[in-house]
């Protein structure tokens, strides 16, 4: 699988100039740092389970739908349900996928608790969505109804603890969007397992990712970015090749990101 290839039909950036992004593209790849580390664990998670068997799946917190389009490029068969509640990112999946070649998505642009499916999802994945959600609204309960027995559930989201390697008095602005939208960043990897078993799941894999190498590389982007997008550009192959690095390990004993995927018992 690979990803970020709907960066060409969902960048508004790109669209604007499309004979330029898809140059772009093609020399540099993905462009933003953040979601090419999140990729590369996302499609290592995908490796564990038996993804090639999954017919109805659910991408939870869908956003600008790089996952649900990239699965859909690479399991046709398959349908899959790319869940949003943001109205201008509901408009960028419908367009992308009325004017592109994405029959098996669908978009449904409400809470999870007003689906009526329960019991149908082979899948559900939600890959840095949860942290913007209260403690006590995150959907597990609704995830594990719509889930059918031996059915999957993928979440992954910021550690509590977030490490830095420059000092964190550098990424003030950051910090301070970080603590009005993530208000549900609340645990750790022992936590987030607790409370998946909480809910009746059985933990099937649990991870922490996003070490030191891969901070790095989100470091240099944030600062090339603040530099200019030529200067952004010209860091994204070092800042892809330390995350690079950083994913050639997995579980590690801390990291900036946990997952953990459970399975709904038969």
């Known amino acids: 699988m690979k990803f970020g290839k709907s960066q060409l039909y969902t960048s508004s950036r790109f669209k604007r100039n499309p004979k330029l992004g898809r140059f772009i ?19 290592k998670l995908m490796k564990l389970m038996p993804y090639d068997k999954f017919e109805k799946i659910m991408d939870l917190g869908a956003g600008l739908g790089e996952y649900s389009f990239m699965l859909s490029e690479n399991m046709p068969k398959s349908k899959i349900t790319s869940l949003e509640i ?7 999946l419908k367009e992308t996928i009325e004017n592109h070649d994405y ?16 019991g149908t999802f082979d899948f559900i994945f939600s890959v840095d969505v949860f942290e913007h959600i209260k403690k006590e609204e995150m959907p597990f309960s609704e995830c594990f109804k719509k889930l059918k027995p031996g059915g999957y559930l993928l979440i992954k989201m910021p550690n509590e603890v977030q490490k830095t390697v420059l000092p964190e008095s550098l990424f003030e602005d950051q910090n301070e ?10 645990y750790d990897l022992e936590d987030l397992k607790n409370r998946f078993e909480s809910e009746g799941f059985q933990i099937k894999h649990a991870y922490y990712t996003d070490g030191i190498l891969s901070r790095i590389g989100w470091e ?30 997995f579980g590690r004993k801390r990291g900036n990101s946990i997952q953990v995927i459970g399975i709904k018992p038969s």
């Open 25 to 43: 593209f093609s020399v540099f790849g993905y462009t933003s740092v953040g979601n090419f580390a999140r990729s590369k664990i996302f499609l």
């Open 86 to 92: 943001l109205d201008e990112r509901v408009k960028i």
């Open 103 to 118: 029959p098996n998505v669908s978009v449904f642009p409400d809470k999870i608790d007003k689906l009526d499916a329960n």
């Open 177 to 186: 969007w970080l603590e009005h939208e993530h208000v549900g960043q609340v």
């Open 220 to 249: 240099l982007g944030y600062f090339g970015k603040k530099l200019g997008s030529v200067i952004h550009l010209l860091l994204l192959p070092i800042c892809k090749f330390f995350i690079f690095l950083d994913n050639l390990s």
